[in-house]
């Protein structure tokens, strides 16, 4: 292909000139640089949230690790609207939002649908688990729960539970979780 081709249909311009690796690097690295800068000496897993440029590279792998057949996407309002937004923009699908506090659901959630849960912090938090929970209670399946950043001490997996993926550990010095 030509590079004018290559341009147009790449999720974004690194991914024509970078290898994977170093694309996943770099996009770990604006992530976590995100997520410290805001002053504060612990990490802020939602500061990267406001970085258009890193919720589009982040879309663009987020999608590709969606399972096939992947009918709509699940998120906690508000924590994971942006990147769900960004998600739901790259792939064309629709999502919803759970308002964890009150179990008020904004958008639509099917019976029989096969959800994807989408969360930005730690696949181990409990929102992340009360979103799945909910979505199995109104009739979907939850075929996976993707997030970006892992706990630096993950909790033990739930065997009746969906696969949890996450993109990056947050732990200083690890690379892609």
């Given at each position: 292909m030509s590079l004018d081709q290559d341009?147009?249909?790449?999720?974004?311009?690194?991914a024509v000139f970078l290898e994977p690796a170093r694309r996943t690097s770099e996009l770990r690295a604006d992530?976590?640089?995100?997520?410290?800068?805001?002053?504060?000496?612990?990490?802020?897993?939602?500061?990267?949230?406001?970085?258009?440029?890193?919720?589009?590279?982040?879309?663009?792998?987020?999608?590709?690790?969606?399972?096939?057949?992947?009918?709509?996407?699940?998120?906690?309002?508000?924590?994971?609207?942006?990147?769900?937004?960004?998600?739901?923009?790259h792939t064309g699908l629709p999502f919803a939002a759970l308002d964890t506090d009150t179990a008020h659901l904004h958008g639509e959630v099917h019976q029989g649908e096969s959800v994807a849960v989408i969360h930005p912090g730690a696949p181990d938090t409990p929102a992340a688990r009360t979103?799945?929970?909910?979505?199995?209670?109104?009739?979907?399946?939850?075929?996976?729960?993707?997030?970006?950043?892992?706990?630096?001490?993950?909790?033990?997996?739930d065997p009746a539970g969906p696969p949890v993926q996450a993109l990056f550990d947050a732990a200083p010095g690890h690379g892609p979780a």
């Open positions: 341009l147009a249909t790449a999720p974004d311009v690194p992530i976590l640089a995100a997520a410290t800068t805001s002053g504060r000496t612990d990490l802020d897993p939602y500061a990267y949230l406001t970085q258009p440029t890193v919720l589009r590279r982040l879309a663009a792998d987020l999608a590709a690790a969606l399972p096939t057949g992947c009918d709509r996407l699940i998120t906690q309002a508000s924590a994971g609207l942006p990147l769900a937004a960004a998600v739901s923009l979103v799945a929970a909910d979505a199995t209670a109104r009739g979907a399946r939850v075929s996976t729960v993707l997030t970006v950043l892992a706990e630096d001490t993950p909790g033990p997996a």
